[in-house]
Structure formats: structure tokens, C-alpha cells
């Protein structure tokens, strides 16, 4: 697997699809990064499996 990945998703405040890269390195992750449309915080919850699948979980930062 690639150590950096492109997947898409969708922002939970405009719900526009947006790309987020992700550090497949690290198995599980908690971030935040602005949506680069609407500019709004959205938390990320990543977990890298073993099977090298991606589960991304975005939600609004404030609830």
C-alpha cells in the first residue's frame, strides 16, 4: 500500500465531495482538516486495516 492515499468524501456542513489524503502509515487517526470548499472544521476519524482498507468517519467539529 501506498504510505499517502486520495479518498473522497463528504463534508457534513455544505456536502459537497471533497478529497482528504491520508497517511495510510499511521492505523488509526483523529484530526481535523477545513473542508476546501466551504472552509468549515470537519473531524476525521481514520483506521487503516489489515486488510488495507480505509474507513473514514467526518463530522462536524462542534457536535
Known amino acids: 500500500m501506498q504510505a499517502l492515499q486520495t ?30 470548499v466551504c472552509c468549515s472544521p470537519i473531524l476525521l476519524n481514520i483506521v487503516v486495516g489489515d486488510s488495507e482498507q480505509i474507513s473514514i468517519s467526518a463530522s462536524r467539529e462542534n457536535g
Open 7 to 36: 479518498q473522497n468524501l463528504y463534508c457534513p456542513y455544505c456536502g459537497e465531495e471533497i478529497d482528504v489524503t491520508v497517511d495510510c502509515s499511521v492505523e488509526e487517526q483523529e484530526y481535523v482538516e477545513d473542508c476546501s
